[in-house]
């Protein structure tokens, strides 16, 4: 694949502007703009590098004048404009053009409107006369207009920071990616079971099938299909080794994959345990601990000396002394912000530990929520060859937007000290959403007294558990998670009255996505968007039926 070759020859050319350019076109004709949107860029990185003294102004120099005396630049420009062949006049009219356009199509694609209007008004200051960035400007225009008309509100009265900024991507298994495992296999599940056993003695994990419930995938854009009629996949669950008595505590996990999005004095920075309250000079004790925090920046504190040595071990080092603060962050983006968290927490281990982010055992096994299509199937093009759509007519379903993966997480690596453009390989956009893809369907969140999300974290061996809105366990997370088997099962009527709590041998163990005190639909509406798709378990089917006055 195209894409694939490209990206074997970045390591040898990190610094090439062309190279990123035509990365950039081929990922677009993939059907990946948001991937080309981060090939594009980088290349801008690369054109200021050209043009100014910065840190890699030598190599980016060195990298453009290789490419324009190979003849790669006039290859990648389809044209050869003006006859100086400095460097410089190349990155400043050319392969700026070019990858401002790109970038801004590209954006406009994944619906980061606000983003695509900053790229490309910056774009006409220095090509005024470009009919590419005028046209993109009306686009953008229309756009933005609908956008508010069809939420009643009047485009000229809204300021420019609150266009519309998130779209959604291809959630996928990309094909080069080489770092997923093979869950099913052998050595994946003794791997896994290796480490069920550590925290939780009596489970195991188990291959077993789910049904798929996102509609999208279901019915290729016909009419959903009746329930019994959904397709099923293969997953992974937890499973009973031997009976279990209600009231059993059957798994504690500490995980150090956490996010603390406010308030870093209240919790631990590494398993995000509540700590001891400051009060005044004196510290208030708390089981008998008080709280650490590192001599050198001074901006995080620990629960514990074990939690102390973990952040030092795992990832504290790459982070020490480099603000991750998002300051103060909109309700509404509180979340994502989290999830944003999670990623800068490890990009820090993979930089501590010297590892592929997507190697690090915290990540490697967990559920990616990839669409699963088969692309030789769903990908469409017309009879020119041209996509049908941005995104090759597979259903974009990851949430992405220009600040949250692309800007951020380059900015963090940055002030990591990573050398963004010789470690493209290792910390690439692919590898954002792709971690990205994960947490969305595995993490946890707590919310703070305002009901704002505060602290988020990914437990590798909790989160292999799936869900039903009838629950045997029941879980509590303050440090560590853990699981027990539930004193008593939901109250509902449609249930066998044989099914008595405590789980039998050889039975899944079954914990709970929502709040399983709420009526069907509300518990439907909140269990969305981690199964991809309405509960289908058969308290839901029940309910549903009974809500609908279907049930005997
Ligand atoms: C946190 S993971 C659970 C573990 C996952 N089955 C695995 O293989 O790692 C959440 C994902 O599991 C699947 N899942 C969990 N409970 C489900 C259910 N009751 N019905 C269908 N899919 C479910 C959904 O695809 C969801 O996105």
Wanted: hydrophobic content about 40%.
């Amino acid at each position: 694949m195209d894409v694939a070759r490209r990206n074997l020859c970045l390591p040898n050319r990190p610094y090439s502007i062309t190279l990123r350019l035509k990365l950039a076109a081929a990922y677009r004709s993939l059907g990946y703009p948001d991937l080309a949107a981060g090939e594009a860029y980088k290349a801008l990185l690369l054109i200021d590098e050209v043009m100014e003294e910065g840190e890699y102004h030598d190599a980016a120099m060195e990298a453009a004048k290789t490419d324009i005396t190979s003849g790669e630049a006039i290859a990648a420009l389809d044209r050869t404009v003006g006859v100086d062949q400095e460097a410089i006049v190349w990155a400043r009219i050319c392969w700026s053009q070019r990858s401002y356009s790109f970038l801004v199509g590209c954006l406009i694609d994944c619906g980061c409107l606000r983003s695509a209007f900053d790229y490309n008004s910056r774009a006409l200051r220095l090509f005024p006369s470009s009919m590419f960035f005028q046209l993109s400007q009306k686009t953008l225009v229309a756009k933005v207009r609908s956008y508010f008309e069809s939420k009643g509100e009047i485009f000229e009265h809204v300021d420019v920071l609150d266009y519309p900024d998130n779209g959604l991507v291809r959630q996928e298994l990309y094909p080069w990616n080489n770092h997923e495992p093979d869950r099913f296999s052998s050595e994946g599940l003794l791997f896994l079971n290796t480490e069920m056993t550590r925290i939780a003695p009596k489970l195991e994990v188990q291959v077993t099938n789910l049904p798929i419930l996102s509609l999208k995938q279901n019915t290729n854009g016909g009419p959903p299909p009746p329930d019994q009629e959904l397709r099923h996949i293969q997953q992974l669950g937890v499973f009973a080794k031997e009976d279990i008595s209600p009231g059993e505590l059957i798994l504690q996990e500490k995980s150090i994959l956490t996010s603390v999005s406010r308030l870093h004095e209240s919790f631990c920075d590494a398993c995000s345990a509540s700590l001891p309250i400051t009060r005044g000079n004196g510290v208030e004790f708390h089981e008998g601990a008080v709280t650490i925090s590192c001599e050198n920046c001074d901006d995080v504190f620990f629960c514990s000396a074990e939690c102390w040595d973990l952040a030092q071990v795992k990832y504290h080092p790459a982070l020490c002394g480099a603000s991750i603060d998002p300051g103060k962050v909109p309700a509404s983006e509180a979340a994502d912000s989290l999830y944003s968290l999670l990623l800068i927490r490890t990009l820090a281990m993979a930089e501590t530990q010297d590892i592929h982010p997507l190697d690090l055992v915290e990540v490697k096994y967990i559920w990616g929520d990839y669409h699963g299509l088969d692309l030789d199937q769903t990908w469409e093009v017309d009879l020119q060859g041209r996509l049908l759509d941005s995104f090759g007519s597979v259903p974009p379903t990851l949430p992405f937007s220009f600040n949250g993966n692309i800007l951020m997480p380059l900015h963090m690596l940055e002030k990591m000290g990573v050398n963004i453009f010789e470690q493209s390989h290792r910390y690439d956009l692919w590898v954002f959403n792709t971690l990205y893809a994960k947490f969305r369907g595995t993490a946890s969140a707590r919310q703070g007294l305002d009901g704002r999300p505060e602290i988020g974290a990914v437990h590798p061996m909790w989160c292999l558990a799936n869900h039903s809105c009838d629950p045997n366990v029941t879980w509590e997370w303050q440090g560590s998670m853990r699981f027990w088997t539930r004193q008593e099962l939901v109250q509902w009527k449609g249930r066998d009255p044989e099914h008595k709590p405590g789980i039998r041998k050889g039975e899944e163990v079954l914990s709970h996505y929502c709040d399983v005190t709420l009526p069907v639909r509300e518990r439907r509406e909140w269990a969305i968007g981690a199964l991809g798709g309405d509960c289908v378990c058969p308290r839901c089917m029940w309910e549903e039926a009974e809500r609908r006055g279907e049930t005997a």
